[in-house]
């Protein structure tokens, strides 16, 4: 039993599902009030007139899109659990992550039990009452997601430092996460000992909560905190995208911002972490091969959906040897780079061989300066009327730039030039 005197608005067409979700809630909620709503056309302007706290959106509607729904449904209600109910079938967790990007707090499959049902209105209602709680004291994480089409270009560099600048600057708790399950890096480049790791918040199944994150996580020299990948020599764990969106949502709650070393392949996990982030960051390299696979990648991502404002693109190693220039980039591309890191070899591996980050053993130097800069540009763009203290709430503003609105405006990338 998980909740008193709840509202929830079922919008479905099937009358099966209805009959399955009222079972579900009589077994999992011990006073609640369910609205049906059968005709989907009607069901934004029922939402807005009933305000329920929970609405389930399943994705069998007769004559209206559930993305569609869900999105409108989020914008009238904003404090709603708007949850998506979907067909187990090999595109539910794509059609699952659209309904993230278009607002909706989670999904769930069928066939739906009351147990699932039971745990994850349970997760979310407490979540939404720390949620509140943290938003009076001025706490709405940001996700900011590092990832490449290839390794080696400086996603674990630029996740640390950035992580790091950025509670600097701003003063407010950061996290850092380590989601390159094939090829972590963060626990050695910090010089972090811990024997715990994110796989001790799957074994908990779907009830996350905050103690148990915080106990999890490794605290740095730096003020930082890190959630760090698994072993990879160890036994797999699979991290699901549900998982994923969990514990994003959780870590919005409790952190000013939260960084994402993303990992390779980019697979449903990566998707999940890249779907739940205010910005994605893709770092290529000044050379050809690397672009054309940048290019192909950007494709990946806007076909999915994300606007462009919600990408930048930077150059690491801009000033290497041979490398092709920013412009050249921008052309081959047709896209403007938001930023560039200098290449700095030698201080770079200084800086991993004795695991102390360069934006904090160095206060000079060109790369330190792009840093400082890169950091800037993020903080303006992601609150925009200025930093963002425990003790100065993020506007509404800023709190609109956490995730994808779904307002989709795709770039040309135009043809790859000979
Ligand atoms: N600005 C830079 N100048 C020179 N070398 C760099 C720079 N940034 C990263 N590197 C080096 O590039 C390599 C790959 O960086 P890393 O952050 O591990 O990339 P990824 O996480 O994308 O695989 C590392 O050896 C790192 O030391
Ligand atoms: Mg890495």
Known sequence: MVEKSLLVMLISSDETVRRVVEHAL??????????????PSLASLRAAELRPQV?????????????????????????????????????????????????AKGFLTKPLNARDLATHLGDLLGRDRAARNRTREGIEGHVIAFCSPKGGTGRTTMAINTAIGLQAVTKADVALIDADYVSPAIDVSLNI???????DLLSRGSTLDEELVRSVMARHASGISALLAPSPDGSPERISAAHVHRLLALLKDLFGWIVVDVGLPLDE???????????????????????????????????????DHRIWVVVNRATMTGGISQRDIEQRLHLHVHHTFPDDQPLVTHSVNRGIPLIMSHRRGALVNAYNKFIDKLVKEMIPQGIETKESPASTVAGQGQTFDGRVRRPRLGFWPD
């Open 269 to 307: 996990t990566a998707f999940a972490f890249l779907d739940g982030a205010g910005l994605v960051v893709v770092s290529v390299l000044p050379e050809l091969v690397g672009l054309r696979n940048a290019r192909i990648m950007l494709e990946h991502l806007y076909t999915r959906g994300y606007p």
């Open 193 to 199: 000992h811990t024997q715990h790791d994110v796989t």
């Open 55 to 103: 609405v389930i959106v399943d994705d069998y509607l007769d004559d209206t899109g559930p993305i569609e729904l869900i999105r409108d449904v989020s914008r009238r209600l904003p404090d709603a659990i708007v949850l998506f109910l979907v067909e187990t079938c090999p595109e539910a967790i794509s059609a699952a992550s659209q309904a993230v990007m278009a607002g």
């Open 26 to 39: 009589s077994g999992s909620l011990e006073d609640y009030q369910l609205d049906v709503v059968g005709q």
